[in-house]
């Protein structure tokens, strides 16, 4: 049905923003972590394989906090009969890829224009302004009379459904995943996994490029 899918929906946009501003931190980080530079640098390995592993450590990091607040509730729902919620978890496992592939691709795009030194920065402003964004929704709510809150609800959910619940449009497969449709479940897995590995092997170059610059930042001021 469109509702239950406008929510799901709707929640995972709100997860996909954390997981790459998380991501983003964690990314530029690793770059700024000299001994991690250092073994980058120095390892025989193809740079597309450490950086392979580098992310889905990354990725596995930023899904956990998720997964663990999504599993207090979800893993019961298939004891009670609600069995397609068991691929909910996958789902957001999946996400978490895509949004380490997405983040992944911003990094490279903040370091092509605004340099080793800036980037860092950036990040974390970007970080930041998602995180209060949120916050700044959340309590919007609040400066609403109590009796026009269910209509504002109501009004969200109703320009969000034909975005979100059309169950024949591409930006419902991540809901229709989550809610159990095989079909869905395997494209949306495919595609995260698509993002990541593509955004892996195309900027892998790129990556330990940034890290030998940053690198040699101290050693140029």
Do not use: C, H
């Not at 469109?2 to 997981?19: C, D, E, Q, R």
């Not at 490279?108 to 605004?114: G, K, P």
């Not at 309590?139 to 979100?164: C, E, G, H, M, W």
């Amino acid at each position: 049905d469109a509702i239950p899918l406008t929510v799901v929906g709707g929640v995972f946009v709100l997860l996909f923003s954390f997981m790459v501003a998380q991501a983003l931190m964690l990314i530029t980080e690793a770059l700024y972590q000299r001994g991690d530079i250092d073994l980058l640098l120095a390892s025989p390995l193809p740079p597309w394989r450490i950086l392979l592993v580098r992310m889905a450590a990354i990725a596995i990091n930023v899904a956990t906090l998720y997964l663990a607040l999504a599993g207090a509730v979800f893993v019961w729902l298939p004891v009670f009969g609600g069995w397609q919620w068991i691929a909910f978890a996958p789902s957001v496992l999946a996400l978490s890829l895509f949004s380490t592939g997405a983040a992944l691709i911003l990094a490279q795009i903040l370091f092509r224009t605004l340099g080793p030194k800036t980037t860092r920065v950036a990040a974390q402003i970007l970080a930041s302004l998602i995180g209060a964004a949120f916050f700044l929704a959340m309590q919007s709510q609040n400066y609403l009379p109590r009796q026009d809150r269910a209509q504002f609800y109501k009004n969200v959910l109703t320009q969000l459904t034909p975005i979100l619940g059309d169950a024949q449009s591409p930006l419902s497969i991540p809901a229709r995943a989550a809610l159990g449709q095989p079909l869905e479940f395997g494209i949306w897995v495919a595609v995260a996994l698509g993002v990541y590995l593509i955004a892996v092997w195309r900027f892998s170059g790129r990556f330990l490029a940034n890290a030998a610059a940053v690198a040699d930042e101290p050693m140029t001021k």
